[in-house]
């Protein structure tokens, strides 16, 4: 009877033993497999992440290339421009631009050239076409005298104006004189909207201007500034009516 103990004894040790090599039930691991779980505290070794290889975009989503817009280049006025007025004869009259104001030291330079000269700039006009004032002073009695005629054009002339491959068309309204006694008459004179400086510009305008002489002098008025110019200008103010393209 002794040794059945011992027999028991040495059987549940077996069973022990098979129990601790089973698969744990409630963790669904070996013990192998838990042996590789760090312990508390521990750092254990890293395992090197999987990359995911990022996917090329197909037709359907990838994006096409943004044009950037392509813009014409201004195209530069030239430095002449061509009058052309059938009503006093005048064709092709060459009109120099520069940045000034009407009839100043440069401008009156061009004149005495033998060309017409057309103001730029804060004190000057704008070019042909362009919505403002395009203001062309040329001489009367001197030189070339390209505008000897020119007071005399009525309501309803035309005045041409051919730039590079364009010609514009303006149209004769009205006439108004410019004392260049006074400072309100000459800022009148190349104000945006002729002769009206509180107005704004909606449209293409022209001032073609010459000198009043021969009836400031008729008046007893022999008034002159330094570069020679009579008190009065005689300009006739019109409005583009026509653009086409130079023949």
Known sequence: ??????????????????????????????????????????????TPEATTPTAEPTEETAEEPTEEPVTEPARPEPRRSFVTVPAIG????????????????????????GEMASPRGPRGGT????????????????????LR???SLQRGDRILVRTGDTVFVYEVRRTRWTSFRRVASLEAQRSAVPGRPDATATRPMITLSTC????????????????DNPEHRIDKIGVLVATRPAA
């Open 90 to 113: 005048l064709r092709d009259f060459p009109v120099v631009r520069y940045r000034g104001s009407p009839d100043d030291g440069p401008g009156t330079a061009l004149q005495d050239a």
């Open 212 to 227: 009043a002489t021969p009836e400031d002098h008729a008046n007893g008025n022999y008034w002159a500034d330094e570069f």
């Open 1 to 46: 009877m002794a040794g059945r103990p011992a027999l028991v004894l040495a059987a549940a040790l077996v069973a022990v033993a098979t129990a601790c090599t089973a698969e744990d039930p409630r963790s669904g691991t070996s013990p192998a497999e838990r042996r590789t779980t760090s312990a508390p505290g521990t750092t254990p070794n890293p």
């Open 127 to 146: 070019g042909p076409g362009e919505v403002g004032n395009y203001i062309v002073t040329g001489h009367r009695l001197t030189g070339t005298a390209p």
């Open 149 to 151: 005629d020119s007071p």
